[in-house]
């Protein structure tokens, strides 16, 4: 019968410990501190979501897409800077 009272013991001790950790992760502070709020987002050029659509419909990810995107946006850059010159003739 005190190996019956024991293991009872024990277990009821047990499970006040893992109800108290329960409520002490509950009553965390829910708001967020101020640095980890989202940072401003600028507007994205015409060119920028023409080369991101690009990248989808070839499926590229990662390393890929990030290395398509920029040399899409090169080619942008220096056809805006080739179609603006001609205009000036």
Do not use: H, N, W
């Not at 990662?62 to 805006?80: I, L, P, Q, T, V």
């Amino acid at each position: 019968m005190t190996i019956l009272s024991r293991t009872a013991a024990a277990a009821a001790f047990a499970s006040l410990l893992l109800v108290g950790s329960a409520y002490a992760q509950s009553t965390a502070p829910a708001a967020a501190p101020a640095s980890t709020e989202k940072k401003m987002e600028k507007p994205r050029s015409a060119a920028s979501l023409d080369c991101s659509k690009q990248a989808d419909d070839k499926g590229l990810k990662g390393k890929e897409r990030k290395k398509f995107r920029r040399e899409c946006m090169k080619e942008a850059k220096s056809g805006a800077a080739a179609g603006g010159a001609e205009k000036a003739k």
